[in-house]
């Protein structure tokens, strides 16, 4: 069913098909589908603006129709309905999975005519290392086999590097939470010598553990565990790995879903780049190696 004819004629009987509900407003849209990347295990929105008189709609994951009007055809509990009112005709898919990615279709009835637009999903995967050659020793002049086995999506590339480069922060990002509930936020870096993890908040106080938040340093990431969210938690929090190499920063969010939010970056530190507090912050850490 790859066949454009065959999906725009599916979709035109599929609408003649749905039961009369009042009267939307709908807008025409291009017949060339637009492309949407969401990291794997995040939420994404797909939006249906309009703006036309209808009279059916529905959405359409390649064949399989995920919602005909307001009534959920779909079995996953993940996608749901968003908006279906005068402008906007919208559905969320949380927590999506490789599984997900292909071809969405709104379409709907206007002025007599079916109207179809497209988005295109595509999920990717952060990569990250799943195994690695154990330290090894050798005699000068010896046969040594290392490996290095890392996946993602897309399928990433693996280099090698000489063991003396500073930490390296890979993997962050920001993180919605419900107050009451439990969340993490959680920082990774590639690091030899093994970087030492410190947090802060977004006034630059050091976090501290308490009977609501914990702290916990594995041997290549740091975790901030949140067992009772509640109103103080929520804000920015910046993850600061360091050995005597040197040292990188990454800041990430703690919000309430629905908050207007940028992703975490990382900035990396070295011994001729940063300023002020970091800087500070760099060498005094150095100072203790």
Same mark, same amino acid.
């Given at each position: 069913?790859?066949?454009?004819?065959?999906?725009n004629?599916?979709?035109?009987?599929?609408?003649?098909?749905?039961?009369?509900?009042?009267?939307?407003?709908?807008?025409?849209?291009?017949?060339?589908?637009?492309?949407?990347?969401?990291?794997?295990g995040?939420?994404?929105?797909?939006?249906?603006k309009?703006?036309?008189?209808?009279?059916?709609?529905?959405w359409?994951?390649?064949?399989?129709?995920?919602?005909?009007?307001?009534d959920?055809?779909?079995?996953?509990?993940?996608?749901?309905?968003?908006n279906?009112?005068?402008?906007?005709?919208?559905?969320q898919?949380?927590?999506?999975?490789?599984?997900?990615?292909?071809?969405y279709?709104?379409?709907?009835? *206007? %002025? /007599?005519?079916?109207?179809i637009?497209h988005?295109?999903?595509? =999920?990717?995967?952060?990569?990250?290392? !799943? +195994?690695?050659?154990?330290?090894?020793?050798?005699?000068?002049?010896?046969?040594?086999?290392?490996?290095?086995l890392?996946?993602?999506?897309?399928?990433p590339?693996?280099?090698?590097?000489?063991?003396?480069?500073?930490?390296?922060?890979?993997?962050?990002?920001?993180?919605?939470?419900?107050?009451?509930?439990?969340?993490i936020?959680?920082?990774?870096?590639?690091?030899?010598?093994?970087?030492?993890?410190?947090w802060?908040?977004?006034?630059?106080?050091?976090?501290?553990?308490?009977?609501?938040?914990?702290?916990?340093?594995?041997?290549?990431?740091?975790?901030?565990?949140?067992?009772?969210?509640?109103?103080?938690?929520?804000?920015?929090?910046?993850?600061?790995?360091?050995?005597r190499?040197? *040292? %990188? /920063?990454?800041?990430?969010?703690?919000?309430?879903?629905?908050? =207007?939010?940028?992703?975490?970056?990382? !900035? +990396?530190?070295?011994?001729?780049?940063?300023?002020?507090?970091?800087l500070?912050?760099?060498?005094?850490?150095?100072?203790?190696?």
């Amino acid at each position: 069913m790859n066949c454009p004819v065959l999906r725009n004629v599916f979709a035109g009987l599929l609408l003649a098909l749905l039961s009369s509900g009042p009267s939307v407003h709908g807008a025409e849209f291009g017949p060339l589908p637009d492309n949407i990347t969401v990291l794997e295990g995040e939420s994404i929105i797909l939006r249906c603006k309009i703006d036309e008189e209808v009279t059916h709609k529905a959405w359409l994951n390649r064949s399989n129709i995920l919602f005909a009007g307001t009534d959920k055809w779909s079995l996953d509990r993940r996608v749901s309905l968003v908006n279906s009112n005068t402008s906007d005709f919208s559905i969320q898919i949380e927590r999506v999975e490789v599984a997900d990615e292909g071809l969405y279709t709104c379409s709907f009835q *206007a %002025s /007599n005519k079916p109207r179809i637009a497209h988005v295109f999903l595509i =999920v990717q995967v952060p990569a990250r290392i !799943v +195994n690695i050659s154990q330290d090894v020793s050798v005699n000068e002049g010896g046969n040594v086999y290392l490996f290095c086995l890392a996946v993602g999506r897309p399928e990433p590339t693996v280099t090698w590097k000489e063991n003396k480069y500073p930490p390296m922060i890979t993997d962050v990002k920001n993180m919605p939470a419900q107050l009451g509930k439990t969340a993490i936020l959680r920082c990774e870096a590639m690091a030899v010598p093994t970087a030492s993890f410190e947090w802060y908040r977004d006034d630059r106080r050091p976090v501290e553990s308490d009977n609501t938040l914990r702290i916990k340093n594995e041997k290549t990431r740091s975790l901030l565990l949140f067992t009772n969210v509640t109103d103080k938690h929520f804000g920015n929090y910046t993850c600061f790995a360091s050995n005597r190499l040197g *040292a %990188s /920063n990454a800041s990430m969010l703690l919000f309430r879903p629905g908050a =207007v939010y940028g992703r975490g970056v990382a !900035v +990396n530190v070295g011994v001729s780049a940063g300023v002020g507090f970091w800087l500070c912050l760099s060498v005094s850490l150095l100072m203790k190696v």
